[in-house]
């Protein structure tokens, strides 16, 4: 009788096991077939982009992101909500945010914002945040031609985007990486928010050295350059990042909202 029981507690413990690997291997296979799915949209040499600044799953886990950059009038403070893109720019006279729904612009003093505001958002979160930026939904991917400066040759990926995403459908932009270790060393980008069509005309900012925050390789610095024919020919201007946070935490909702005294942004 022992036995008998000793046998069918020995057949249970078992079947158990079996069901337990079986369940993990299925959980194991559809979490490889998620994670295909998701970076099967993006080429392969993006894909080498990501890996080589961080790898795309990393940045995703990533719900906050700060910097600041020094200007003529003192620092200004980026914070923004990874996830929904939601902001605030803090800067000694203004305060530019975005709420998820508009965009405003507060003056704290008697000084007026010179610029655009609305364009000006989250134009630096786009271009600091690169190349993950360019893993969001509603892009086409494409072929460019390489680049070529100072007897290095670049290859390009051409981002554009389907129509009526962001405010600027219209923009494009070429990653340049080295061919090598697959860094992302150039981005050319049009214009098109104040022409609302499409141009040809390609800006260029070189990316000339990288931080590792939080397992991410961010930029250090950019460089504007001037252009010609849609090429880079000499620098022109030069911005550096410092106070640089990454976090799996949100920020708090209550400081994108409109304060008192802001005004909407059409």
């Known amino acids: 009788m022992k036995k008998l029981v000793l046998l069918s507690l020995s057949l249970i413990v078992l079947s158990c096991k079996n069901n337990t690997s079986e369940t993990t291997t299925e959980t194991k296979a559809e979490n490889t077939t998620e994670q295909q799915s998701k970076t099967s949209k993006y080429p392969e040499n993006l894909l080498n982009v990501f890996n080589a600044h961080g790898e795309l799953d990393t940045w995703s886990t990533m719900k906050s992101l700060s910097f600041a950059m020094e200007k003529p009038n003192g620092k200004e403070v980026t914070t923004v909500n990874i996830k929904n893109r939601k902001s605030l720019i803090d800067m000694p006279e203004h305060a530019i945010g975005f709420d998820g729904k508009q965009a405003w612009l507060l003056n704290k003093r008697d000084t007026e914002y010179k610029g655009n505001a609305k364009f000006y958002y989250n134009l630096m979160f786009y271009f600091y945040a690169m190349p993950f930026v360019l893993a969001d939904d509603g892009i086409i991917y494409g072929e460019a031609e390489p680049l070529a400066f100072e007897e290095q040759t670049y290859p390009g990926i051409k981002i554009s985007y389907n129509s009526g995403v962001g405010e600027s459908p219209e923009d494009e932009y070429v990653l340049y990486f080295n061919p090598e270790t697959y860094q992302m060393e150039w981005l050319a980008y049009t214009v098109t928010y104040f022409t609302l069509s499409k141009t040809k005309e390609f800006h260029y ?35 550096s990042f410092t106070q640089v946070t990454l976090s799996k935490i949100k920020p708090n909702d209550a400081m994108f909202q409109k304060p008192e005294g802001a005004i909407v942004l059409e």
């Not at 900012?205 to 849609?230: A, C, D, M, R």
Request: proline share 6%; no cysteine.
């Open 205 to 239: 900012i070189k990316y000339g050295s990288w931080q590792n925050v939080e397992g991410v390789k961010l930029p250090q610095t950019i460089t504007w350059y001037n252009y010609e024919n849609n090429s880079p020919t000499t620098k022109r201007n030069h911005v």
